[in-house]
Structure formats: C-alpha cells, structure tokens
Nanobody, 114 residues
C-alpha cells in the first residue's frame, strides 16, 4: 500500500516561490506516475502537473511556465517548484500516485496573499 505525504505548503506573497514535496512509502516509487492537483475553497480538485515514470512532464495551462514538476526516484519524492505565484494559486495541493491504482496524499495548504 503506497502512502503519500506532502510538505512545503506555506503563506507567500504574490510573485513569490515555493517548493512542495511529496514523499512516497510502501511501494515501488519508480513505477508510479506522479501528479499534483489542487483544490481551492468551494471548488473541485483540479489537475496541476504530472510526471510519468520516464519523466515526461505535463502541465495545466494556468501554471505552464511558472511551475515545474520533478521526481527523484532515489528519494521516492516528487517535487513541485512554484514561482511567480498568484492569488489564484491559493489552494490545498494534493499529491497523486498512479500505478493502475490511485493514491492520494493528505494535502498541503498554499496561500498567496499580500
């Protein structure tokens, strides 16, 4: 059973940067396609970025050019580097793993405010 644990959420000013981490345990991380989703208050959970097992990257249009997803298989960790943050990036950010079975982390709060 894969367990995912996010960290790195914080409160930041517009234009700032944050790096989120998601550590995986209990399974073969290299076989997981990993993704980040986010959920703003009162909204659904939206796709942000995905990195495949062979490190191909995909991004939502809203974050393209500002966010970068990466993975370190030796550390069983996926990252989301976020820059040029905007008010509308405020959300709980969730890590998702996919091996055919879907796994979710518990989420980490990112707040962009002045």
């Amino acid at each position: 059973q894969v367990q995912l644990s996010e960290s790195g959420g914080d409160s930041v000013q517009p234009g700032g940067s944050l790096r989120l981490s998601c550590a995986a345990s209990g399974g073969s991380f290299s076989r997981l396609s990993m993704a980040w989703y986010r959920q703003a208050p009162g909204m659904g959970r939206d796709f942000v970025a995905r990195i495949t097992t062979d490190s191909r990257e995909y991004y939502a249009d809203s974050v393209k050019g500002r966010f970068t997803i990466s993975r370190d298989n030796a550390k069983n960790t996926v990252y989301l580097q976020m820059s040029s943050l905007k008010f509308e990036d405020t959300a709980v950010y969730y890590c998702r793993g996919d091996s055919g079975t879907i796994y979710w982390g518990q989420g980490t709060q990112v707040t962009v405010s002045s």
